[in-house]
């Protein structure tokens, strides 16, 4: 994560209103966070859960699509770049083990939504991320009552049909750690 990024993310977070952060969802929805940056983690993990979701992170793709596999998950919020398994590999593994997960790319990439869409993401959202715009969004993909801010609702993506292979007993984590 590049210095720009990380500050926006860290001023984004002190300009959410409180009423904003604090209006907790009925029932606690399950987000699934991969992003191998620890302060967007770190700083994504604090808002979700001060706005009443339970959060689970990790940092690479692998262990989001092992966790996506094992635990329900309401949503997964998936960053592109990381190492060994990237965004975009997480992504088409899901299409066909787990189609019906929504997924909300967030990226630091440029001009990635039709690539995004084309996926299976139901929504791609750019660093630094407009992070009232974020919970509008998670609010709406959830099924949540919707808060204050005003959003123009993504476009749905093609209907793709799949047909998810039996389950086999292998796990996608990476197996290596590069730094």
């Not at 398994?85 to 990439?109: C, F, R, S």
């Not at 939504?113 to 993401?121: C, L, N």
């Not at 660093?127 to 969004?137: E, S, V």
Request: glycine share 6%.
């Amino acid at each position: 994560m590049n210095t720009a990024t990380q500050v926006c993310l860290e001023n984004a977070l002190g300009s959410v209103s409180e009423t904003e952060a604090q209006t907790a969802p009925t029932k606690k929805k399950r987000i699934l966070l991969a992003d191998d940056s620890p302060q967007i983690r770190e700083s994504l993990s604090k808002l979700l859960r001060n706005a009443g979701y339970h959060i689970t992170l990790v940092a690479q793709g692998g262990q989001a699509l092992d966790r996506a596999l094992e635990e329900e998950f309401d949503l997964l919020l998936l960053d592109l770049n990381m190492p060994g398994m990237d965004g975009w590999q997480t992504l088409d593994h899901l299409a066909l083990l787990k189609p019906e997960l929504p997924v909300l790319i967030i990226t630091a990439q440029p001009d990635q939504r039709d690539w995004a869409r084309a996926g299976g993401a139901r929504a791609l959202m750019e660093k630094p991320l407009d992070l009232p715009l974020l919970l509008q969004t998670i609010r709406e993909f959830t099924g949540q009552p919707r808060g204050s801010v005003v959003v123009n609702k993504p476009a749905a993506p093609a209907q793709f049909h799949f047909t998810a292979p039996e389950k086999h007993d292998f796990r996608f984590a990476d197996s290596g750690h590069r730094s």
